[in-house]
């Protein structure tokens, strides 16, 4: 249901209604049931208001009614005001007149305990028999002053009302939101749109992005998020989003440690919930901001609408110092700032001879004597060095009133020829100046730093946006799955049937099968503990290398049972393989219980989980993308043929992560984890050489 387009349709009479009931209106402006007419009534709301008050004719100077029943029209969104004993009988009221969507801002629910979440049960099975949109209960409720509704209790409103603009605020959180709204406001940023979900017993934070996206006055989603429960509703808003090309910026709190509950998978322990959000909104294009002050800057930033794809950093200065600022910036952000074309260099060397070209170009001083230097600096830096992005840092001189307004003017020529740039401004000036310039089209920003994460969080977002679609998926591979965990010999087995290649090996149920096994196979060889109750060998020395003869294999037989017995393993089994070579990976599978199956990928060994250079991807996808996971990590160089190493076959290492991902993705919920680690990456393809598998126990039979 959350997939469908029209199930975000749904919430159109609840954010942007023709009619509205408050159930408990009040004649005080200042309580819960009479903030909202109050507000309303101020702000203009063109529909009609009816207030619900059994002891009252008229509330606020409107007409009041006794009951749901007496009401003289069915709205098109109710808002319930009332305590929580009396909420359920008035959504009976509602759905039995055929109101479509409540906004329920009564608490007392599943946020107190078990009664209370027992309750809130009941809310949402009249709403679902009746085929209502509920929105809370426990949330401070919504407002859209494009039409003047303001289902809404928050005091902040009583500071000042929204600036027009395309900004929606989508969060679970309600004071968070209205905190986000006011320092928008008070920056002069527009957000006319913002919904709190509260409990999100029906309606859901994925529903409310997803409206958003569909929404043709919003142009930007900033979005709170203290939890995911809805993944695949969740999913669809981004997706919904990106075919919009609508940013969203969303900061999530909270880090969960649910996913390195797994006792077996290393997969699990690395991923956790955090790690899984950011590789689904990284899969989205979404943006994730670490603070409340990055979340307004992106949010601003992206209401420009301009996005490059390929996004370079021009910076034109008067301090060399801010330069150097202003890179360590760019380049923590991974924003690129290539040099400036030698002949335009040349060229401004001679206009300044002490100036410094190369980028950021630092026009020194001289810009006191003669203001034009602006615009013939930043005019090359946009026709010679071609950077989507430019910043110019001005400080205090771009809003002096002697040099200021010439500035802004020699900018805003530049800007005027090429209005597909994205041109930011630092400076220090009163909030009027800031104002003008952004009249003009600049992003001003005081802190040159935040500039810069803003500037490469639009490129980011470019990328996303001018990204082609997957290629289509082959079909997934079927598995006959075992009833219980498999040994990691059977895993293998289970592996290559999904064409997942691994080391040549044998499973050897006596000393005399196990030399067998390395004779044919060749000195050296592995052996290893076998056993489907030994998920991680090497704890308990379960793994010999380099048995180089015959009189080895034997003598290792005996060490591996022996420590085998003296771990308690109850017939301990022993596997040969071929010994090989390569750089060690990692690829796994954990179960998430919001996303589904996310595959992981990183350098092997047992040192993967202390350094945490991985990348994660929802599952499925093809080789490109597990290509771009591959190069990704921060080691990929020792992959791609560092210091004179021979390079591996990524495209075969590509091959085998996409396969994996199909694998798990047809599993379904049976499959709880899968390690491979090590995986083996070679110049002539790659090898399993070690597999642990974790079935569901629950659902086996």
């Known amino acids: 249901m959350n997939e469908s387009p029209a199930h975000f349709a749904s919430l159109t009479p609840m954010i942007a209604p023709r009619s509205v009931a408050i159930l408990g209106a009040s004649t005080d402006p200042t309580r819960i049931g009479g903030r909202p007419i109050a507000y309303m009534k101020r702000r203009g709301f063109a529909g009609r208001i009816l207030p619900v008050n059994p002891n009252r004719a008229e509330v606020q100077g409107l007409p009041a009614w006794p009951s749901v029943a007496a009401l003289p029209e069915v709205p098109d969104v109710a808002i319930l005001a009332l305590s929580a004993s009396l909420a359920e009988a008035a959504m009976g009221e509602l759905a039995a007149s055929g109101v ?16 209370g979440a027992a309750a809130q049960a009941r809310l949402v099975a009249i709403a679902r028999k009746a085929g209502m949109r509920l929105l809370g209960p426990n949330c401070l409720g919504l407002f859209n002053d494009r039409i003047g509704f303001y289902p ?165 200065t008067i301090s060399g110092g801010a330069g150097v600022l202003i890179s360590d910036a760019a380049e923590a952000v991974g924003l690129a700032m290539p040099d400036m074309p030698e002949a335009a260099q040349a060229a401004l060397k001679e206009a300044v001879p002490f100036s410094a070209p190369r980028n950021p170009v630092d026009c020194t001083a001289q810009i006191f004597n003669d203001i034009t230097l602006v615009g013939r600096f930043a005019d090359a830096m946009v026709e010679q060095g071609g950077y989507a992005s430019i910043l110019a840092f001005f400080s205090g001189m771009g809003a002096a009133p002697s040099m200021g307004p010439a500035a802004r003017a020699q900018l805003r020529a530049v800007l005027d020829r090429h209005p597909d740039r994205l041109m930011a401004v630092s400076l ?24 810069v994460n803003a500037l490469a969080a639009m490129g980011r977002l470019g990328a996303a946006f001018a990204a082609p679609p997957p290629a289509p998926l082959p079909p997934f591979p079927t598995i006959p799955w075992p009833a219980t965990n498999p040994d990691e010999h059977q895993a293998k087995r289970l592996l290559a049937a999904a064409g997942i290649p ?29 056993s489907p109750e030994l998920a991680h060998k090497s704890e308990i020395g379960g793994v010999l290398l380099n048995i180089a003869d015959a009189d080895a294999v034997r003598a290792g037989h005996a060490t591996l049972i022996a420590r085998g ?14 010994q090989v070579a390569g750089v060690e990976c990692i690829m796994g599978i954990h179960r998430d219980p919001v996303f589904g199956s ?8 047992v040192f993967v989980e202390i350094l945490g250079d991985v990348a994660l991807r929802r ?50 919920p049976r499959l709880r984890s899968i390690d491979l680690n090590p995986v083996f990456a070679r110049p002539d393809g790659c090898l399993v050489a070690d597999a642990v598998i974790e079935l569901d126990p629950d659902d086996a039979g």
């Not at 479509?100 to 009664?115: C, H, P, Q, Y």
């Not at 969203?248 to 956790?272: E, F, N, P, Q, Y």
């Not at 595959?599 to 060994?605: D, K, M, N, R, V």
Request: proline share 6%; net charge negative.
């Open 619 to 668: 599952c499925p996808f093809g080789p490109a993308e597990a290509e771009a996971m591959i190069r990704s990590i921060r080691a990929a160089p020792l992959l791609t043929g560092a210091r004179g190493r021979p390079p591996c076959d990524i495209a075969a290492l590509a091959a085998t992560l996409s396969r994996l991902s199909l694998l798990a993705h047809g599993a379904g």
């Open 152 to 316: 809404m209790f928050s005091a902040s409103l009583e500071n000042g009302w929204p600036v027009p603009g395309p900004i929606g605020i989508a969060s679970q959180s309600g004071a968070f939101a209205t905190h986000v709204f006011g320092a928008m406001r008070d920056r002069g940023i527009g957000a006319q749109l913002c919904v709190t979900t509260g409990n999100e017993a029906e309606v859901t934070l994925a529903d409310v992005i997803g409206w958003m996206a569909e929404d043709p006055e919003t142009e930007v989603i900033a979005a709170y998020a203290e939890g995911i429960a809805d993944g695949p509703g969740f999913i669809a808003a981004l997706a919904a989003a990106r075919a919009a090309r609508k940013p969203v910026v969303m900061m999530k709190v909270g880090r969960s440690a649910r996913g390195s509950a797994a006792a077996r998978s290393h997969t699990g322990a690395i991923a956790g919930d955090d790690r899984v959000i950011d590789a689904v909104l990284a899969e989205f294009g979404a943006i994730r901001a670490r603070t409340t002050e990055e979340l307004i800057d992106i949010a601003y930033a992206a209401t420009r609408r301009i996005t490059p794809a390929r996004n370079t950093l021009g910076v034109i």
């Open 502 to 530: 691994a080391v040549e090996e044998a499973a050897c149920a006596t000393e005399q099968e196990a030399v067998a096994a390395a004779e044919a196979f060749g000195f050296p060889v592995v052996m290893k503990l076998l």
């Open 100 to 115: 479509k969507t409540v906004i329920a801002l009564s608490a007392g629910f599943a946020e107190v305990d078990e009664a």
């Open 428 to 451: 220090i000036g009163p909030p009027q100046v800031h104002r003008e310039y952004e009249a003009d089209g600049f992003l001003v920003f005081e802190d040159p730093t935040r500039a």
């Open 598 to 605: 996310v595959a992981l990928f990183g350098l092997g060994g």
């Open 565 to 578: 017995r003296a771990a308690g393993l109850r017939e301990p089994g022993i596997l040969v393989a071929r």
